[in-house]
């Protein structure tokens, strides 16, 4: 019913991802290298056509059992859509690294200068019960630094809208401790923490917080503060 968009950068296993999604939805469409996140969003409404479009983040492993047939009621066609996701390191299970359902006409009109990309879409955001897929981030010690990193800056700066403060703390703190014996789990701890840090100390500097959305320089960040 809507379009689906594979949204990929410089995962390494994104072929492989984007590949299996399209055994199932051969009609997938992929924007690929497409500097700053919310650039690339944009670039994804760009190539719809549809009200609504999916989209796939490029290390989203869809779970065999999630079907793209949700139908937005008139209601709901201003809202951002989230559903659950498993993180593969510490076992939480929320919406990050979750499949969205966003609005094609305010995704390409969204303010690209904010922190947090999809609270920045609507002021409307609805959390889906169903887990989409698993995250599959921890691939190599930078992308699971960075994805621990990013995370851990917006949930201890509270950018993110409509959080509750309770949950943020005990999310942050899973973040910051589980799943050392994971495949790639010590990056991913020490990216966390780093982002902690960094969130807490800059939580009044939006500008500043910003840079989480500049891979150049979370390059030069993971160099300097990785395990």
Known sequence: MYDI??????????????????ETYPMAKRVHGVDGIHN?????????????????DGDAVIKDDFKFDYEVSEYDLDCVHVWRCENPINGLVYGYGGVKLLPRSLTLKMNTSTVD???????????????SNITAFNTDPFNSWKSGFRECVKLASKVIDRQEDDETIKRLDTWCEAGMDKPFGDYCIAGARDGRNFGNTHSNEP????????????NERFSKNSI
Not at 5 to 22: G, Q
Not at 40 to 56: I, L, N, P, Q
Not at 117 to 129: Q, R
């Open 5 to 22: 968009v594979f949204i990929s950068y410089k995962e390494p296993n994104a072929d492989e991802v984007y590949a299996k999604l399209k």
């Open 40 to 56: 690339a969003h944009v670039a994804a409404a760009k190539k719809c056509f549809t009200k609504m479009f999916w989209v796939v």
């Open 117 to 131: 990309m999809t609270t920045s879409i609507s002021d409307k955001f609805k959390p889906m019960e169903q887990v």
């Open 207 to 218: 500008s500043t917080l910003a840079l989480i959305n500049d891979w150049n320089w979370l």
